[in-house]
């Protein structure tokens, strides 16, 4: 034990070594320290874990299928953008039912195990469904948007998944719930980096039915996962009591709901991404347009929105060292009002007053997505710390997921919110005359939430907001043994276990 706490990290301390090479060392040495803090803390285990389902699954995975898919509907299904930014809320929708997922991973074991058969289920599922996509043209609309719903199932099964390892991390370690959802943030930004940097070349060469293919790598990794998950088996576990286990869930899931200090935020959530409206199709099919739009090509998106991904890592760093102690109520007025400004920046570009300036469309918009990403990012970022905080011990998968889908809920108005604007004012695939007042209604919008943040509690994040007995409270289903919930190691551990 005590050989463990005075290991230092060779790098580290061969850096130490050399002078000049501070700042350097400074820059290497913290992620790197940050990496080893949470993986003694937590087990390395989880920090890998996080790693595949928010880097590689949601983050590149994600960045390569939304890419894929807007070309997919554009040059493939040839639909208007209202009709796609309807779509993408239909495929959004097995987001909104993730208490199912949860409840299911929370007190359904199959074969003794609460983890590994969904993440195995859920890379099935995503792989089917990305094979069917990317085998079959001229496939039907309806057969693609249930495609493309049964993959986005399967990214979200094993997404609640991994956040049931989250949050239970975040009650018993209260002081590393920033840290945690720093990682997920950290994961996800750097794959999303990743995927949007090669995701324009790969519609390109192969189009967007073959990265569909390609996005059955992502969903056989989460299949590994699932087959590499060394859990704790649940022995003598009766099936006669899911039905109860069911019911004192759902008992403990609408006690914990019923908590002033819980509804409260759960509806500022709910209204702050509602009546931010999504109209991103629009602005997508506005960018591709040789007439009057900038008319970027299939690298150039990937290109700008793999650099605005850098935006979002950025907002996650700063959120990380800067801005993860202040107060959930002080740190959304100012993310919420910043979020709102950088909207305006849509309204310059579609009104072509960068031009008029000498700013060229290609640079304002790499700079218009990032501060985009990074304002969005600082606003997500509170509010999931906020939400591990809500969930009560027994059924933390299961509640946070039910926060999430409240959050997805409101993301899937907003985007039908847009796809109604979008129709209203006529944006078509060639029209986009009044886009600038879409995207003016969107930014007034996203100011209205300011006057919502009473509902959010004055506490930080290192504070407790359960009430005791809501915090201890427990389902019927026996949790004791997966509190460290672990991975088969590929070698022999160092330690000898």
Known sequence: MQEEENHEDPLCESLEENEPTKGVRSCLCIPINWFRMLSREMHWSFVFGVVVVYGISQGLGG???GVGTKYYMKDVQKVQPSEAQV?????SIPWIVKPLWGLLTDVLPIFGYRRRPYFIFAGLLGAIAMLLLSLHENLHLVLALLSLTAGSAGVAIADVTIDACVAQNSISHPSLAADMQSLCAFSSSVGALIGFSISGIFVHLIGPMGVFGLMTIPAGLVILLGFLLDEPRMHNFSYRQVNQNFIDAGKAMWTTLKNEDVWRPCLYMYLSLAVSLNILEGMFYWYTDSKGGPSFSQESVGFIFSISSVGSLLGAILYQYALKDYAFRDL???TQLLYGLSGML????VLRLNLKFGIPDYFFVVIVESIAQMTNRLKWMPMLVLSSKLCPSGIEGTFFALLMSIDNVGLLSASWGGGFVLHILNITRTRFDNLWFAILIRNILRITPLCLLFLVP??????????????????????????NVELVSLVHSVDGK
Not at 87 to 91: K, M, P, Q, R
Not at 346 to 349: E, F, M, W
């Open 332 to 334: 959304l007025f100012w």
């Open 63 to 65: 960045a390569l299928a």
């Open 87 to 91: 779509y993408s809320g239909i495929t």
């Open 458 to 483: 004055r506490a930080d994040p290192n504070s407790s907001i359960l009430p005791t007995e809501s915090v201890n409270s427990k389902v019927a289903i026996d949790t004791s043994e997966t509190k």
């Open 346 to 349: 849509d309204l310059i570009l």
